[in-house]
């Protein structure tokens, strides 16, 4: 092992931090054969020296990219060919060079994810099925804060946003992540990573407009503080056309958002590394609750967060962390009249604050551990619409946890991953998510993996607090107070390789076993209000395949393919009156092809193919599933770099029809998602 040179090594047993607490917990785990000692670990120096900074990731080689660091699976950098799990890395350049105009657009990306396009401003997103208005196991993180919202237990994707040209990468593992992301990273974990202020010195503008992504305008600044000491503020500012109802009649919902932020890091040869950002945003939206013939309402979102995080690197293997934050998320969302109950909009004002806190190091020569704690207070206040509420409309909500997870060295090719995440939180207690996986590296370019994993969704203020008034009925749906958590059992292999220099795959498949999912039941005699309960059991499997290969130098193809199999199913002498299909509209087939050219006078050009199967969706008390047919859909963007500092785009997307569906049960408030197209000059300096 070598050390990092800016601090001496401190002897495991000799030094006085608290770390050593945390030796106790590895010390049943059995060790032999070959130690990570024997394999040389980069020094921190050298890995700043040898990786590559954000803007030449489009340089990078197959091989290259195989081999950047990912944080995702284990909470350290390791290579993604290392990576014992399914994990999809999407680049800053591949983001710019897709065209996408928002976080679920590049999400597109991601091969192992379900992204459905709702309305003009919404999105369903998940990972390995449960994709539906409510989209309740997947994990995102955004520079390691949880935008998870604790009142359905999803995200509000029109409410997160970042200046795309300043993303790092995204990382997209499906699969569980409860152990070391904690509660609700069932099927998945999204974590979005900014570049450092390093990375984005200088100053850059874009501006453009178009069809549905009507203006928009973007600017970031960055510069030194101090040596050593980098920063960058930046703005943007769009404005999003409306979609089209199924008779070809406007949707009306156009929307605009605008977000400013800040950030400062520390980078020299200090042992002790400084982050300090944050952003502020607000967007309004335009909405007809009820769909066509509804008069459209106003809503808003607005909000703003500050993050500290300090790091202090021992060497390669030794380090700790501390990170803090704060975030205050504002949403005003209209609903429609019901009968005599008339419309109104629902107010909800979320504060989090989050600390957590990480130590990694090595126990001895085959044992590397990781462990660390967290504590998460919400305080969220509702203000309720007249035809739904939050009981009580004032809610504080507190969750401690912690995990330990020990990599073991088993022998010279195989290593061997156990850990738990054990969270305790107001709605049920105490709670666990162990996990093992084993790497198994059968050649230095190839590598096998297989995991098992226990992840929990806990009840979010929708399952337990909602209320719902009838002028028919009185009460006519309310939340369960006894709702528990949904659980899963998970069942992973996969294959990851380089072959060769110009071929690179990865195929992963899954078993995943469902209990206490949700449910929706009735009360004997009256029958109303109906409530929600965890009745329904649920089986999913399925395979994702990815596939890169480097036609010439000049040209680099992307293939990928998904299968879901879907059944959920309600429990032996138990009640749903949805019947076990409200909780999934899912793809059983999607197919990915990319292509990404550049072709002479330093002009790009590529293309973004998808086919979508149909997806089957249910509706509240009908034992009879309704279909959004198949759709393919194909983007493109031809870019040229008229100057060095100027960049010129043409960007298509949904070019193979005028519309398609892609979420929704079908009914007047169905949206299609048109054609649509926008010219982007950006310019750098």
């Known amino acids: 092992m070598h050390e990092n040179p800016r601090i001496p090594r401190v002897p495991l047993f000799a030094a006085g931090r608290s770390r050593r607490l945390a030796f106790a917990f590895s010390a ?25 900074s954000p803007n030449e990731l489009k340089k990078l080689s197959l091989e290259q990219l195989m081999n950047l660091d990912v944080t995702s699976v284990a909470k350290e950098p390791q290579p993604y060919s290392q990576a014992p799990a399914a994990i999809d890395v999407i680049t800053s350049d591949e983001i710019r060079r897709s065209g996408a105009t928002s976080i679920p657009e590049a999400l597109r990306l991601a091969d192992n994810l379900e992204v459905a396009q709702v309305t003009s401003l919404s999105w369903d997103i998940s990972a390995r099925g449960f994709n539906s208005a409510v989209s309740d196991k997947l994990l995102v993180l955004m520079d390691g804060r949880s935008v ?18 300043d993303l790092d990468r995204i990382e997209v593992i499906s699969g569980p992540g409860g152990t070391l992301w904690g509660a609700n990273a069932v099927n998945g974990v999204i974590n979005i990573t900014s570049k450092s202020a390093k990375d984005t010195q200088g100053a850059y503008v874009e501006t453009g407009g178009g069809t549905e992504y009507q203006d928009f305008v973007g600017a970031r600044y960055g510069g030194t503080l101090a040596p050593d000491v980098y920063y960058r503020v930046y703005g943007k500012y769009f404005n999003d056309g409306p979609e089209s109802y199924m008779d070809g009649t406007s949707s009306q919902d156009a929307w605009s958002h605008g977000q400013g932020g800040f950030r400062i890091d520390t980078d020299g040869f200090s042992p002790d590394q400084w982050t300090v950002q944050g952003d502020l945003y607000a967007g309004n939206t335009t909405t007809i609750p009820g769909g066509e013939g509804t008069p459209a309402a106003q809503g808003s979102s607005s909000g703003g967060n500050i993050l500290g995080r ?42 989090t604050i989050d600390a957590n806190f990480q130590d990694r190091f090595l126990v001895d020569a085959c044992n590397r551990l990781t462990w660390g704690f967290e504590y998460r207070f919400t305080n969220d206040v509702v203000q309720d619409a007249p035809v739904v509420a939050f009981l009580p409309n004032t809610l504080d909500l507190n969750l401690f946890s912690g995990f330990v997870q020990d990599e073991i060295a088993l022998c010279g090719n195989i290593h061997f991953t156990v850990g738990s995440k054990f969270e305790s939180n107001d709605y049920v207690g105490f709670d666990f998510e162990p996990s093992g996986r084993i790497r198994w590296d059968l050649t230095d370019q190839q590598m096998l993996w297989a995991a098992v994993s226990r992840a929990v969704r806990t009840p979010s203020e929708y399952d337990r607090n909602l209320y719902e008034p009838s002028p028919q009925y009185g009460t006519f749906l ?13 069942y992973e292999l996969g294959y ?22 949700r449910s929706l039941s009735y009360t004997p005699v009256t029958l109303v209000p109906l409530y929600f309960a ?11 395949f990815t596939m890169d290969y480097q036609a010439l130098n000049w040209w680099r193809l992307h293939a990928g393919y998904d299968y879901l199999w879907e059944s959920i199913w309600v429990a032996p002498g138990q009640v749903d009156l949805s019947y076990g299909l409200a909780e999934t509209a899912d793809p059983p087939n999607q197919v990915f092809l990319r292509s990404s050219m550049d072709l002479p006078g330093k002009t790009e050009l590529d293309a973004d193919f998808r086919w979508i199967d149909q997806v089957q969706v249910g509706n509240i008390g009908s034992a009879v599933p309704a279909f959004i047919p198949a759709y393919a859909e194909l983007d493109m963007r031809l870019g040229w770099h008229f100057t060095p500092v100027i960049e010129l785009s043409v960007v298509g997307q949904n070019l193979l029809q005028n519309e398609h569906v892609e979420a929704g049960y079908p009914g007047t408030a169905q949206e299609e998602i048109g054609r649509s197209g926008y010219v982007k000059v950006a310019v750098s300096f």
């Open 310 to 351: 300090w790091t202090r690197t021992y060497t390669s293997d030794d380090d700790l962390s501390l990170q803090v934050y704060y975030s205050r998320d504002n949403l005003i969302a209209p609903f429609q009249s019901s009968g005599t109950i008339p419309a109104g909009p629902l107010w909800d004002n979320l504060d």
């Open 148 to 165: 998870y919202t604790p009142l359905f237990a999803g995200v509000i994707w029109n409410a997160q946003d970042y200046l795309l040209e």
């Open 496 to 517: 990851r390789a380089q072959l060769g220099p110009t071929v690179s795959t990865s195929v992963s498949t899954f078993f995943n076993n469902y209990t206490n999912l």
């Open 478 to 490: 309310a939340g369960n107070s006894t709702f528990t958590s949904e659980t899963v059992i998970a």
């Open 28 to 52: 049943f785990f059995l060790c032999a054969g070959h130690s990570f000692a024997q394999t040389p670990q980069p020094t921190a120096a050298a890995t700043e020296e040898e990786s590559p």
């Open 534 to 544: 965890n009745n329904d059991l649920g089986q999913t499997y399925g395979v994702e």
